[in-house]
């Protein structure tokens, strides 16, 4: 089974200061990886993807992510944080389905706190 | 462009009852997922449409169904609800061909209380 495990549950950063959210997965094969972003009484917002081309991939609002095979990693990270980052953040692991189709599975989320 | 709309966004039931939650998926999307987010948890997948069939499905029991329509939109049924139901149910649309693992976008939620 796939799985994702984000490593801290809380992160809090400086505004103007860079952002490091960290990631590692478990897959049997190359995965297919996703940063989600959840702000306050709403839904999930797509940051980014991985689907097994560039290994750096970039995101909306500056972020970026890096999936590292050798660490079976994919921290995401951002130069410089901005009050409105200030989020419930989920890395995401996709298992397809036999005829097409896909689950995600979710990590437990980092909560990004940003300071004045 | 239309997104993923959802409907109602809150609910109150009591244990027992049963609810049936609406969802639209985004315009140009054949595929619909649901799932429930507890409250401090990340969203737990329940199951997927996919040409009005369930795709695959998660560690939920029976008393959680679905349907998918001819238009794509779909519902979530919930039979027998108990006081662990209450969550924020999520659904996710995407686009499906072949065998690419898509993204999928979510609408906004409904809030389920069961007291």
């Known amino acids: 089974a796939q799985s994702v495990t984000q490593l801290d549950s809380h992160v809090s950063v400086s505004e103007g200061t860079p952002v490091l959210l960290r990631c590692n997965y478990s897959?049997?094969?190359?995965?297919?990886l996703f940063w989600y972003v959840q702000h306050p009484n709403k839904g999930l917002q797509l940051l980014l993807k991985y689907t097994s081309a560039a290994t750096l991939v970039k995101g909306i609002n500056g972020f970026e992510a890096e999936f590292k095979k050798s660490e079976t990693s994919f921290h995401l990270t951002k130069p410089s944080a901005h009050m409105s980052d200030a989020a419930e953040y989920f890395c995401?692991?996709?298992?397809?389905?036999?005829?097409?189709?896909?689950?995600?599975?979710f990590g437990t989320g980092t909560q990004l706190k940003v300071e004045l | 462009e239309t997104g993923v709309t959802q409907s109602p966004t809150h609910l109150i039931k009591t244990r027992g009852q049963q609810v049936t939650l609406r969802c639209s998926s985004q315009?140009?999307?054949?595929?619909v997922s649901w799932y429930q987010q507890a409250l401090g948890q990340g969203p737990q997948f329940i199951f997927q449409y996919y040409r009005e069939e369930e795709n695959g499905r998660g560690n939920f029991p029976p008393r959680f169904s679905g349907l998918q329509f001819p238009n794509y939109s779909s519902e979530l049924n919930v039979n027998a609800l108990e006081l662990d139901d209450s969550a924020l149910y999520l659904c996710?649309?995407?686009?499906?061909?072949?065998?690419?693992?898509?993204?999928?976008?979510f609408g906004p939620g409904t809030r389920l209380t069961v007291t």
């Open positions: 995401v692991v996709s298992t397809p389905f036999t005829g097409g189709g896909n689950k995600l599975t």
């Open positions: 315009s140009g999307h054949n595929t």
């Open positions: 897959s049997s094969y190359s995965p297919s």
């Open positions: 996710a649309s995407s686009f499906v061909r072949g065998d690419s693992q898509n993204e999928q976008y």
